[in-house]
């Protein structure tokens, strides 16, 4: 059974850093995405983020958000999600879920196994 689960959430001042991780364990076969979403209080959940395992390709929803990088490490199955100068706005919980399936990571639609999350406030 794939398991999939996020950590790295916490308290931190505006300014601060946090790096989330996402360990993907429980499966047999070689390729596979990962994405980073969040949801913001009262807001929908939306994506952020994503890598391949096998190419290390990465995308970023918000192309001009300098302030967060994805990057994996294959031998740990862990993906990480660095953010930089966090604001306020940037509190939400922090999911992170896999994909086995689809040819790119960038099918934010498509990922089908979820950590429970984790969550982030950035105080003012």
């Known amino acids: 059974e794939v398991q999939v689960v996020e950590s790295g959430g916490g308290l931190v001042q505006a300014g601060g850093s946090l790096r989330l991780s996402c360990v993907v364990s429980?499966?047999?076969?070689?390729?596979?995405?990962v994405a980073w979403f969040r949801q913001p209080p009262g807001k929908e959940r939306k994506g952020i983020s994503c890598?391949?395992?096998?190419?290390?390709?990465?995308h970023y929803v918000d192309s001009e958000n300098d302030r967060i990088a994805i990057s994996i490490d294959n031998a740990k199955n862990t993906v990480y999600l660095q953010m930089n100068n966090l604001k306020p706005e940037d509190t939400a919980v922090y999911f992170c879920?896999?994909?086995?399936?689809?040819?790119?990571?960038?099918?934010?639609?498509?990922?089908?196994?979820w950590g429970r999350g984790t969550q982030v406030t950035v105080a003012s």
């Open positions: 879920a896999a994909d086995f399936i689809s040819p790119r990571c960038t099918h934010y639609d498509r990922y089908d196994h």
């Open positions: 429980g499966f047999t076969w070689g390729d596979y995405h």
């Open positions: 890598i391949s395992s096998a190419t290390k390709f990465t």
